[in-house]
């Protein structure tokens, strides 16, 4: 992934994935709970059961369309991967992975299909961690509850048919997500970004913002400053890469000020937008203490807060914009 200057770049593949983990709720059959802690990254992981064994600690990626686990969990699991069956498009380069078929369980989500195998043992900084799970088992049709929900101030991940089981922020509102040119049921959303319209896809495997060539030009047109950064990756290597101060961002009735955001064209962006539609990154430094819900029969996603979570907080930098005194970052587009 990429971090600050200088920092590592946490490289997690967002076409592949992982998702994950346990804990389903004894109190209501209706809803399940799957408790998620977080990783040396700051990200948010699970665990999962894999075939029946485990529990495997994974990520929850909501870039990436299939789970994917390390090289060493096949054996673990008395599987032989078959080479070189995916073409992996990932955030900073294409790289063929062998996979295998396994059944994926985690509370009340459970998919049957392939797992991905990362080549790469750095492509997963955290070495308590297994692998990453994706939409395919966040959005499984196997998995038989309507409403998904990803709470990232109380560390949870919710399913139930019913919204009231759900404790939702107040005042969130339903925004159709938005189909790229290669749809692929991404949780996206319609954004303004200093004023330029583009598609804000929400990725749960990166905790930075990035756009791409298509955005950062639009952005230079509009003013924003420009500058190349150098960045290590997790290999050691060193990149140069650009990056931008931009000012409001707005989306799904949320307000972001002052971010930073970097610019460049991840091969997994490639994948799923022609080269000239302005494309977001959202990674979790934007989802901070925030809720997601996702209604996976119509389509259609929310994001929201509680009014008071800010009030203590700075509400500078890459922070949600405070809207009323510090009190409110809900607000109307």
């Given at each position: 992934?990429?971090?600050?200057?200088?920092?590592?770049?946490?490289?997690?593949?967002?076409?592949?994935?992982?998702?994950?983990?346990?804990?389903?709720?004894?109190?209501?059959?209706?809803?399940?709970?799957?408790?998620?802690?977080?990783?040396?990254?700051?990200?948010?992981?699970?665990?999962?059961?894999?075939?029946?064994?485990g529990p495997f600690r994974m990520i929850v990626d909501t870039a990436a369309a299939?789970?994917?686990?390390?090289?060493?969990?096949?054996?673990?699991?008395?599987?032989?991967?078959?080479?070189?069956?995916?073409?992996?498009?990932?955030?900073?380069?294409?790289?063929?992975?062998?996979?295998?078929?396994?059944?994926?369980?985690?509370?009340?989500?459970?998919?049957?299909?392939?797992l991905l195998v990362l080549n790469d043992r750095d492509a997963i900084r955290d070495?308590?961690?297994?692998?990453?799970?994706?939409?395919?088992?966040?959005?499984?049709?196997?998995?038989?509850?309507?409403?998904?929900?990803?709470?990232?101030?109380?560390?949870?991940?919710?399913?139930?048919?019913?919204?009231?089981?759900?404790?939702?922020?107040?005042?969130?509102?339903?925004?159709?997500?938005?189909?790229?040119?290669?749809?692929?049921?991404?949780?996206?959303?319609p954004i303004t970004i200093e004023g330029r319209k583009a598609i804000g896809l929400?990725?749960?495997?990166?905790?930075?913002?990035?756009?791409?060539?298509?955005?950062?030009?639009?952005?230079?047109?509009?003013?924003?400053?420009?500058?190349?950064?150098?960045?290590?990756?997790?290999?050691?290597?060193?990149?140069?890469?650009?990056?931008?101060?931009?000012?409001?961002?707005?989306?799904?009735?949320?307000?972001?000020?002052?971010?930073?955001?970097?610019?460049?064209?991840?091969?997994?962006?490639?994948?799923?937008?022609?080269?000239?539609?302005?494309?977001?990154?959202?990674?979790?430094?934007?989802?901070?203490?925030?809720?997601?819900?996702?209604?996976?029969?119509?389509?259609?996603?929310?994001?929201?807060?509680?009014?008071?979570?800010?009030?203590?907080?700075?509400?500078?930098?890459?922070?949600?914009?405070?809207?009323?005194?510090?009190?409110?970052?809900?607000?109307?587009?």
């Amino acid at each position: 992934m990429l971090r600050g200057a200088r920092r590592s770049i946490f490289c997690i593949f967002m076409l592949l994935s992982c998702f994950a983990s346990a804990h389903a709720s004894d109190a209501d059959p209706n809803r399940h709970v799957i408790v998620m802690d977080q990783t040396v990254d700051r990200l948010w992981a699970v665990n999962v059961m894999i075939d029946g064994q485990g529990p495997f600690r994974m990520i929850v990626d909501t870039a990436a369309a299939i789970s994917s686990v390390r090289d060493t969990v096949p054996a673990q699991l008395g599987h032989m991967a078959q080479a070189d069956q995916y073409m992996v498009h990932g955030l900073l380069g294409v790289e063929a992975a062998p996979a295998f078929t396994a059944t994926t369980h985690a509370g009340g989500l459970s998919s049957n299909g392939p797992l991905l195998v990362l080549n790469d043992r750095d492509a997963i900084r955290d070495p308590s961690v297994d692998g990453l799970i994706g939409l395919d088992l966040l959005t499984s049709q196997v998995s038989d509850r309507r409403y998904l929900m990803l709470d990232f101030n109380r560390g949870l991940i919710e399913t139930s048919d019913d919204l009231r089981d759900l404790k939702l922020p107040r005042n969130m509102k339903w925004t159709r997500q938005t189909k790229t040119g290669r749809d692929l049921g991404f949780l996206s959303i319609p954004i303004t970004i200093e004023g330029r319209k583009a598609i804000g896809l929400i990725d749960t495997g990166i905790n930075f913002a990035v756009a791409n060539e298509a955005l950062g030009t639009a952005l230079k047109k509009r003013g924003s400053q420009i500058s190349t950064t150098p960045f290590v990756d997790v290999n050691g290597e060193e990149r140069m890469l650009k990056s931008a101060r931009v000012g409001t961002i707005r989306g799904a009735r949320m307000v972001w000020a002052g971010s930073t955001i970097m610019i460049h064209d991840a091969p997994a962006v490639r994948k799923l937008v022609d080269a000239d539609q302005p494309v977001l990154l959202i990674g979790l430094q934007h989802l901070r203490k925030m809720v997601v819900v996702v209604d996976r029969a119509q389509h259609k996603l929310a994001i929201g807060a509680d009014r008071e979570m800010y009030t203590r907080e700075s509400c500078t930098g890459s922070r949600i914009a405070c809207n009323s005194g510090m009190k409110s970052i809900i607000t109307k587009n």
